[in-house]
């Protein structure tokens, strides 16, 4: 029987530790090791539990940062792998976070669904690791490659990748909150298909909806981007 795969939280947050925490136990075929609360206990923990095969690592730790307990982690010789959680939307942190061996990138706030099927991935991808033979050819390392960036299934039915990031893409750009039909005519959409969008980035807590009173007194929703901090 293949032994589930050993996951470790690192998350500073008592609130979402847990709550990854319990993410991680409701996805069959992995086992939660611990919750570190810092890259100390994290390190503490990957000590005692040298199985460990993958973190969920949240890059601002109170003790540094996540990137810094990865280097850490291989100077001792630990080859566990990671999913950065964070809240950091900073593309030298994600060019870092690639560097050091971080195999899939989530971004908070996030869903049980997102974040299943980023380990759905990755037991793939792990399954496969274990298959595979001592010496590979190319074709097998891309498949098992593309196993990590395989196509994510939470996102709703009929919202497609493509037309999520260029809605995302205008939110970020405004500096004022925008109404989907303004978004609908820079992205050239129309205005149900850009509300549609619009009102998965709000539930995904990406975007804030918010009222705009115009001169006939109606009122009218718009969005404005979750700036990260």
Request: hydrophobic share 40%.
């Amino acid at each position: 029987m293949t032994e589930p795969i050993a996951v470790l939280v690192v998350e500073d947050e008592e609130v979402a530790a847990a709550a990854h925490a319990a993410y991680v136990e409701r996805v069959p075929g992995f086992r939660l090791v611990g919750v570190a609360r810092s890259g100390v206990e994290a390190l503490r923990l990957v000590r005692r539990h040298p199985e460990t095969d993958l973190l969920l690592l949240d890059m601002n730790l109170p003790d540094g940062h996540g990137l810094d307990l990865m280097r850490r982690l291989r100077a001792e010789g630990h080859l566990c792998d990671a999913i950065a959680v964070t809240a950091a939307r900073d593309l030298e942190v994600v060019k870092g976070a690639v560097a050091m061996g971080v195999v899939q990138y989530l971004l908070k706030p996030f869903t049980f669904a997102g974040l299943r099927s980023k380990l759905e991935q990755y037991a793939t991808y792990h399954a496969q690791l274990r298959e595979a033979g001592a010496d590979v050819v190319q074709s097998e390392v891309d498949e098992l490659l593309g196993r990590l960036r395989a196509p994510s299934s939470a996102l709703p039915k009929g919202v497609s990748e493509e037309t999520e990031r260029l809605v995302t893409d205008c939110l970020r750009r405004s500096v004022e909150p925008r109404s989907a039909t303004e978004v609908a005519e820079e992205v050239g959409i129309s205005r149900v298909t850009a509300r549609r969008y619009l009102e998965h980035l709000a539930d995904a807590r990406l975007a804030v909806r918010q009222q705009r009173y115009g001169r006939s007194g109606r009122p009218e929703v718009e969005y404005r981007w979750v700036r990260s901090t």
